[in-house]
């Protein structure tokens, strides 16, 4: 199985509310990534974590918010988004210690109003 | 800095017909490459990789790459494409360093086969 879940499928939401995106696998991979992207654009690498630690952010604006309560599940808090940050956003999952294949989840469709 | 590129924005096929989809590298040391395929308002599902060994890797749907040294290249080939191949496809590198692994995507190219 190289499923990788994510939730919800689509959110709206206004520029002053607080949501938070949810991604799950149970792979046992050990680190965690979130994309944001744009139509018929690469993914933008977002936040990593390795063992549940961050290990990297790629300048991300602080309204966006990574958390990885455990190996299997990594969340990503948002606030005060702007209408810029509407976007698929996708979560996948790799072995590190493997062949570093990452599996994605089918991502949440964000719209900013 | 590991890179990889794509050069054509959109390929076109008739169904039936051979197709590829060219990327190019650049990496210090020895490349992982990846070829990822996405459909319309899906997550990206991975087709196939090269690492080391042979330089004609197999993946999924009947894709195959060549991977080239001298030509620094790594194209995605298929002997008869489908209607149902119409995608967007993304060439990928990994990125090492001492912060974990990443990758490195392409600018991806929409494939569009008619029938």
């Known amino acids: 199985d190289t499923e990788v879940t994510q939730t919800p499928k689509h959110l709206v939401m206004g520029m002053t509310n607080k949501k938070s995106l949810k991604c799950e696998q149970h792979?046992?991979?050990?680190?965690m990534y979130w994309y944001k992207q744009k139509a018929k654009k690469p993914p933008e690498l977002m936040f990593v974590?390795?063992?549940?630690?961050?290990?990297i952010n790629e300048s991300v604006p602080s309204r966006f918010s990574p958390e990885c309560p455990n190996s299997s599940l990594l969340n990503l808090h948002l606030h005060a988004l702007q209408p810029e940050d509407s976007a698929l956003y996708l979560c996948?999952?790799?072995?590190?210690?493997?062949?570093?294949?990452?599996?994605f989840g089918a991502g949440t469709r964000l719209s900013v109003l | 800095a590991q890179s990889v590129a794509q050069p054509e924005d959109q390929v076109n096929v008739a169904e039936g017909n051979p197709l590829t989809v060219k990327c190019t590298y650049s990496?210090?040391?020895?490349?992982?490459l990846f070829w990822y395929v996405q459909y319309p308002n899906r997550g990206l599902q991975f087709l196939l990789k090269?690492?080391?060994?042979?330089?004609l890797v197999k993946g999924s749907y009947g894709f195959e790459a060549e991977f080239n040294k001298s030509q620094t290249s790594f194209h995605l080939k298929k002997p008869s494409a489908l209607v149902s191949d119409s995608a967007l496809y993304f060439c990928?590198?990994?990125?090492?360093?001492?912060?974990?692994?990443?990758?490195?995507f392409g600018a991806g190219t929409i494939l569009r086969v008619k029938s």
């Open positions: 090269y690492i080391t060994g042979d330089n």
């Open positions: 990928a590198v990994r990125d090492v360093g001492f912060w974990g692994n990443k990758l490195v």
């Open positions: 792979m046992g991979h050990r680190a």
């Open positions: 990496v210090s040391g020895n490349p992982y």
């Open positions: 996948a999952s790799t072995d590190i210690t493997g062949l570093n294949i990452q599996y």
């Open positions: 974590y390795s063992y549940e630690k961050l290990s």
